[in-house]
């Protein structure tokens, strides 16, 4: 397999958090980050435990089977996906006995009371919750939550990575993969960043997913050039620049660089929209 879903991965770490911090809602609005989503959370949203107040008396944890009731219970995408993220951190938890993800963005490991937390709540882990999380991602890619296509696609068919080597004619994985394809091109469009960046990986070359379409791959490259154009700081180098991707433009006839640039442009304008930002030209 030629894009591994590890890279796909990767891309989701790296560029989750930009998802969120830089894809404002619609209307100007903040963006709406969930809490227990996989970038940008706070120590508090890793390790909370909420509490109902006893008079006199420690405050009483609340379990992990609560927290998903009041989760599901709200019926929005980001507490859909909140639930998911809740879950995978106890299964990588339960595995590891720490959270990567939250050690590399505190640039710390967890101390012994922050794993004494996060094993209190994940304790009562069944097997249950483990197969409703996939449900509860399906449901926040489907409505669009910033991230969540990305890993819908990166869990592989109904959580199984190897059936679409194993079972790559089975229509049941033919159908979940233009699922994930189509969810990823719509957020892309909406210049959700995560989405645009796997893409544009997983289109460089053939993969299990998708064929390499060299334009398209071209297309999101040049769309996240003029987003991080507006994104970094003046001085710092643009990763996405001519001088690393040269040989992808080369591989395009004129006429398809004209269309990847317009796809680009599109992208990058409804970036700059939801940002509030000033049209380019």
């Not at 991230?147 to 869990?155: D, H, I, K, R, Y």
């Not at 992808?248 to 700059?272: H, M």
């Amino acid at each position: 397999m030629n894009v591994t879903f590890t890279s796909i991965a990767i891309a989701a770490a790296i560029l989750a958090g930009l998802a969120c911090a830089y894809w404002p809602a619609p209307d100007g609005a903040a963006p709406a980050v969930a809490a227990g989503a996989p970038a940008g959370r706070s120590l508090a949203s890793y390790l909370a435990i909420d509490a109902s107040p006893v008079a006199a008396a420690a405050p009483v944890p609340v379990t992990l089977a609560q927290r998903l009731e009041r989760l599901g219970a709200s019926g929005k995408p980001e507490d859909a996906y909140a639930a998911y993220n809740l879950l995978d951190d106890c299964i990588v938890f339960q595995r590891e006995s720490r959270l990567p993800g939250l050690e590399f963005e505190l640039g710390r490991e967890m101390t012994a009371e922050e794993k004494a937390a996060r094993q209190q709540l994940c304790a009562g882990l069944t097997q249950r919750q483990r197969e409703d999380r996939l449900g509860y991602l399906a449901a926040a890619a489907k409505a669009g939550v910033p991230g969540a296509a990305t890993l819908f696609l990166s869990e592989g068919p109904f959580g199984d990575r190897s059936a679409l080597r194993n079972r790559p004619d089975d229509p049941l994985v033919q159908a979940w993969k233009r699922q994930a394809i189509a969810q990823l091109t719509a957020q892309a469009d909406e210049a959700e960043l995560s989405s645009v960046a796997t893409l544009m990986m997983a289109y460089l070359r053939d993969g299990d997913v998708v064929r390499k379409d060299a334009p398209q791959a071209y297309g999101y490259l040049l769309a996240l050039r003029q987003v991080y154009d507006d994104i970094l700081a003046p001085g710092v180098t643009n990763p996405y620049q001519d001088e690393y991707w040269h040989w992808l433009q080369d591989e395009l006839t004129p006429e398809q660089q004209a269309a990847a640039s317009a796809r680009a442009q599109a992208i990058a304008a409804k970036y700059r929209q939801h940002a509030g930002r000033p049209a380019h030209g």
